[in-house]
């Protein structure tokens, strides 16, 4: 019988694992932590899916093409307007997103039985269960850890878990891999397969493990706490380049804007993460001074990005009692472990928080309003626990941004395999996960990690059993032709018979196939277009944090990228920014930030003139009027070099 080697205990793996055996595959996990689990036990907020059995019970008028829309919109960054063509990971994500989701229940016995709806996207369908006494990630997971375990224990031919074994290198040979090469106890071991799947997650530790792809791609984030657990450094990746495999969109980090802080170790660079669907229940953001300022269920991105722009730390995450009520498993988590605390009223809350009560009043009412009219101005649509009162009960957590996925990783296609350089699949290799890229473009949906591990790590068990398959089925790779035969000896005893017919040659080795009979659901789409991936003049994309503005550590490292006379935190009026009105010196003023853009006016889309009419100038109200909030802050933090100072007027 057939054997494969999954590498990487998470979801992904495990979703992976468990489909090569119900294709009839032996299977060894080769995890490199003393248990299996990796960051899918931490997903907070629940598992994504369109037209589901849940959806139709709760009378939710969803698709799996407008779960496609949501994720085109959020991987591309076009929010608004007509929408953004599709492209095959997209689809093959959201389209398998139901039946991914009735896999959980139907083979491992789940509910997943309601649904929240989570930033960016425009149905309920982030499904957990509703009588779940643990978070969705490790309520999921769980079940396939020990689901594993037990085929394991019951036959352990068919099933094989290796733990403590970090993978060191792929065995590959005539171009196929071939098996892994990890380390045991100190010694290295040899293994072999007729396939391997690479399931071991993104490199978000970067920040807490100096000297990794983070560092190389990303060090402007290095400052930031994360969620990551220290195996995340991004080995699968790096094992895999080195036989040849292609990476795309390394440089798009997601930076989340709910990491709670522990208010007596708030300087601990790894948090807890606040669950999207604490905002999906009606949470709200405030700011130091009591206040809203912006959509608080806005995409990650988005959320980061105003709250970098506002610089009005500390924030706090609301919830009121309506809110706390409908996620209370989630909340007593956090209340116990001490990053959320509850209040019996608004005038405590205000008091702990040093604002006047009457600041926290105006802000419910205000927000009491627009949920009536529905017309808040930062754009929220969905009011689900409105009204607020300063007479109700609250949870409340302090929050901070935090490295927490990597969008970038190992190219793959639509069957989860893993391509080369030239964009053709390495045969024997398929990958899922976080450690893949191209799934989630710029900027992954909440909800859609655990999503991602189901739907992909299925493709990739389905599709490496398709591989054996016919790796089974073939003959010696021949040409046509009469001639000679000659048998060549190997050290292991298997000798390669190679016969040479006139102008061609037919080896004693099978054929290899590269391609599968069976095409993914979206065959025929594009990748996502190269521009999506081209960093900005610095090599920053998405989630780039302006100086000094997110985690206490930030400071120092974050000064000392930029020069000490243009630190982001200097005041300068408007008098002061109106000498830097030249080509050779062009600075402008965009929501209170004072920009440099003297280097980027030659990249500029708009040409340097739209720039240069306002060299030394205030250009909001203008810059405002065709740009998107937070593109400043997401593309170019680099170039804030201070802020408005603002004066008394007489």
Not at 161 to 187: D, H, Q, S
Not at 237 to 260: K, N, R, S
Not at 431 to 447: F, I, P
Request: with cysteine; proline share 5%; net charge neutral.
């Amino acid at each position: 019988m057939s054997h494969c080697i999954v590498v990487g205990g998470g979801l992904s793996g495990l979703s992976a694992a468990h489909t090569l055996l119900q294709s009839g595959c032996n299977v060894t996990l080769v995890e490199k932590n003393m248990f299996m689990g990796g960051n899918s036990t931490k997903a907070t907020s629940g598992m994504n899916g369109a037209g589901t059995r849940t959806q139709q019970a709760m009378s939710v008028p969803d698709s799996r093409e407008i779960f496609e829309e949501d994720t085109v919109r959020s991987a591309t960054g076009i929010k608004t307007g007509p929408a953004p063509p599709s492209y095959e990971l997209g689809r093959v994500l959201t389209w398998n997103s139901a039946e991914g989701v009735h896999w959980i229940q139907d083979n491992f016995g789940l509910a997943l039985d309601t649904v929240s709806r989570l930033g960016g996207h425009s149905q309920p369908r982030t499904h957990r269960s509703k009588n779940g006494t643990t978070f969705p990630g490790m309520e999921i997971t769980y079940k396939l850890m020990t689901a594993f375990e037990d085929i394991a224990k019951k036959t352990p031919n068919r099933a094989t878990l290796i733990t403590k074994a970090p993978v060191k290198k792929l065995l590959t040979e005539n171009g196929r891999v071939v098996g892994v090469e990890y380390e045991k106890a100190g010694k290295r071991v040899s293994l072999a397969a007729d396939a391997v799947v690479i399931a071991t997650g993104g490199f978000g530790a970067g920040g807490i493990m100096p000297g990794g792809i983070l560092e190389r791609i990303r060090p402007d984030l290095m400052h930031l706490p994360t969620t990551n657990g220290e195996h995340c450094t991004g080995d699968g990746i790096e094992f895999a380049q080195a036989i040849g495999a292609a990476t795309i969109d390394l440089e798009h980090v997601q930076v989340h804007p709910t990491g709670l802080v522990q208010v007596d170790d708030p300087d601990n660079k790894v948090k807890f993460l606040a669950a999207e669907a604490l905002r999906g229940e009606g949470g709200i953001i405030i700011d130091r001074d009591g206040n809203r300022f912006c959509n608080d269920l806005g995409t990650r991105d988005y959320v980061t990005s105003m709250m970098w722009k506002h610089n009005k730390a500390p924030y706090r995450l609301i919830l009121n009692s309506a809110a706390s009520n409908g996620i209370a498993w989630h909340c007593k988590h956090y209340v116990g472990r001490r990053v959320m605390r509850t209040f019996s009223s608004g005038a405590e809350i205000a008091k702990d928080a040093g604002i006047p009560l009457e600041n926290l009043k105006k802000t419910f009412d205000e927000f009491n309003g627009y949920a009536k009219n529905n017309n808040d101005p930062w754009g929220l649509k969905f009011f689900k626990s409105a009204p607020y009162s300063v007479d109700d009960s609250f949870h409340v957590a302090i929050i901070t941004p935090v490295v927490h996925y990597t969008m970038g990783g190992l190219s793959i296609n639509g069957k989860a395999q893993v391509l080369n350089e030239k964009e053709q699949p390495i045969p024997g290799l398929f990958a899922a996960g976080e450690v893949t890229g191209g799934v989630h473009g710029k900027n992954r949906l909440g909800g859609s990690a655990l999503l991602e591990c189901v739907v992909y790590g299925r493709e990739a068990g389905k599709s490496a059993a398709e591989f054996v398959k016919l790796l089974s089925q073939a003959g010696p790779a021949t040409t046509e032709g009469q001639g000679i035969t000659i048998s060549i000896p190997q050290a292991n005893g298997n000798p390669i018979t190679v016969t040479i017919n006139g102008g061609s040659v037919s080896t004693g080795a099978k054929a290899i196939p590269t391609t599968l009979p069976t095409p993914s659901v979206g065959a025929g789409l594009p990748r996502l277009a190269p521009h999506d991936s081209k960093p900005t003049t610095d090599g920053t994309t998405s989630g780039g944090a302006p100086a000094g503005t997110a985690a206490p550590a930030a400071a120092t490292t974050a000064a000392a990228a930029a020069p000490a006379e243009k630190s982001a935190d200097t005041e300068y009026t408007l008098a002061e920014v109106a000498k830097h009105n030249k080509d050779t010196d062009c600075w402008v003023v965009v929501n209170g930030a004072v920009v440099d853009v003297t280097s980027f006016l030659s990249d500029h889309p708009g040409g340097k003139m739209a720039i240069m009419a306002f060299a030394g100038r205030d250009a909001t109200e203008e810059f405002n009027m065709v740009h998107e909030e937070g593109i400043l802050e997401k593309f170019a933090s680099e170039l804030i070099v201070g802020k408005l100072k603002h004066t008394a007027k007489l």
